[in-house]
C-alpha cells in the first residue's frame, strides 16, 4: 500500500500518521503545524492512517473518519489508498437505515479552498467516499474511488454548497452515484470521468429540506459510464420545498449498457414514502444534453418528467444517438410536463409532452 503524502505550500511530510496542515491567519502570515492523528483519538493497525479501524459492538456512531477544514492551498497526493473497511460493515449496520447515516464517510472537506487532490484513492467506504461543503476552488484529478456494486449509499464524490469545484480524468465504480452535485453549488465541473457500477451521475436530490440555496452552472462532459442504473439524471423529490437548478449541461457523454441513460425526475421517491399528489416546488431551466450515444439497458432511454407545479423550462436535445436490443420491446423516450427544442440525430425518436 502507498503512502498518502500531503503537501501543503511546498511542506512535505512522508511519515505515514503524521499531517502538515497550513492555513492563512488574519495578519496574512502563514501558520503551519504538525498534526499526529495517533495524539488526536485514532487507533490505527500498524500506525497506518490510509486503513480505518473497524467498527465493533463498541462503535458509537459518527459521521466523519478524515476531515480537512478550513484550509487554504491544500495538496493532497501521491499515490496512497484510503481504505474504509467498508465490507466489514454494509449490511449489518444498514440493516435498519437505507442510507447508513450513523457510518463515517471516508474523507471530507469543509471549507477547504483553492486546493488540489489528486492520485490517491479511496476504497470500500463505510457510506460516502468523498463529502465536498462550502469549499471554492477545489479540483480533483486522477483519484480512484472504489466500492462493490452492492455497497449502500457509497456515493463517489458529494459536493454540496460549494463554487468552482472540478472533477477530472477520474475513475469511480461504486454502489451509490459516481459523482452527485446537491444543493446551493456552483460552477461545477465533470470531465472525463469514468463511471460505473453505480447509479450514475447526478444533481440532487434536490427539494427534500427548507431553504435549499440554487444549483447553477453544471457541466458534465466527456464521460463514460458503464453498466450504471442511470445514466446523466437531474433529480427532485415530490411535494418538496422551494428550489431553483439552472444553467445544467450534459456533453460528449458514452454511455455502455446503461439504465435510463438520459433523465429528469422531479417524482423521484427511492422507497416509494413520499406524497406524490403534490407536485416539486425545484424548477428546472436551461439544461442541455448533447451528443450523447451508446446503449441503453431499458428500453426507456430519454426519460423527461418534470414537474406539473413548475414545467422544465429551455430543455435542449442536441444528437441522441442510443441502441437497445433487449426484450422490452423497442426504444422509447418519454416526456411530462416539458417541450424540449431537439435537433440532430434523435434515436430513440424525440418525446412529445402532454400538457402539464
Not at 503524502?5 to 511542506?11: A, E
Not at 472537506?109 to 479511496?122: D, G
Not at 456494486?149 to 477530472?168: F, Y
Not at 436490443?325 to 416526456?335: D, F, V
Amino acid at each position: 500500500m502507498g503512502l498518502v503524502k500531503l503537501i501543503i505550500i511546498n511542506i512535505i511530510c512522508m511519515a505515514t500518521f503524521l499531517l502538515v496542515v497550513s492555513s492563512n491567519i488574519a495578519n496574512s502570515q502563514e501558520y503551519y503545524s504538525l498534526f499526529d492523528v495517533t495524539n488526536n483519538g485514532t487507533i490505527l493497525p500498524n500506525d497506518d492512517i490510509t486503513q480505518a479501524p473497524p467498527i465493533d459492538e463498541n462503535f458509537k456512531g459518527g459521521d466523519t473518519w478524515i476531515a480537512f477544514e478550513y484550509i487554504d492551498y491544500l495538496t493532497i497526493s501521491g499515490g496512497g489508498i484510503f481504505d474504509g473497511q467498508g465490507k466489514n460493515t454494509w449490511g449489518k449496520e444498514c440493516d435498519e437505515d437505507e442510507y447508513c447515516s450513523d457510518l463515517p464517510i471516508n474523507v471530507r472537506f469543509n471549507f477547504v479552498t483553492n486546493s488540489l487532490v489528486q492520485e490517491v484513492t479511496s476504497l470500500d467506504s463505510k457510506q460516502f467516499h468523498v463529502n465536498v461543503l462550502g469549499c471554492r476552488n477545489l479540483t480533483f484529478q486522477h483519484v480512484k474511488i472504489i466500492a462493490a456494486e452492492d455497497s449502500p449509499n457509497t456515493d463517489g464524490i458529494h459536493i454540496g454548497r460549494s463554487t468552482d469545484v472540478k472533477v477530472l480524468d477520474s475513475h469511480i465504480e461504486t454502489g451509490d452515484d459516481c459523482v452527485s452535485v446537491g444543493e446551493g453549488s456552483n460552477q461545477i465541473t465533470i470531465s472525463k470521468v469514468s463511471c460505473g457500477p453505480g447509479h450514475g451521475i447526478s444533481i440532487g436530490s434536490l427539494g427534500k429540506y427548507p431553504n435549499e440555496e440554487p444549483v447553477s452552472g453544471v457541466t458534465v462532459k466527456n464521460c463514460m459510464l458503464k453498466n450504471t442504473q442511470n445514466g446523466v439524471r437531474i433529480k427532485t423529490w415530490p411535494n418538496s420545498h422551494e428550489g431553483k437548478a439552472t444553467d445544467l449541461h450534459f456533453e460528449d457523454i458514452i454511455m455502455d449498457g446503461v439504465g435510463n441513460p438520459v433523465l429528469i425526475d422531479q417524482e423521484y421517491c427511492p422507497w416509494n414514502q413520499c406524497d406524490s399528489k403534490f407536485p416539486s416546488r425545484v424548477q428546472i431551466s436551461g439544461v442541455s444534453f448533447k451528443n450523447i450515444r451508446g446503449s441503453s439497458s431499458t428500453a426507456l432511454a430519454v426519460k423527461l418528467v418534470c414537474s406539473s407545479g413548475l414545467p422544465c423550462q429551455n430543455v435542449e436535445m442536441e444528437d441522441i444517438n442510443l441502441k437497445y436490443n433487449g426484450a422490452e420491446g423497442p426504444i422509447t423516450s418519454e416526456c411530462k410536463n416539458v417541450h424540449p427544442t431537439v435537433s440532430g440525430i434523435q434515436n430513440p425518436p424525440a418525446c412529445v409532452s402532454p400538457s402539464a
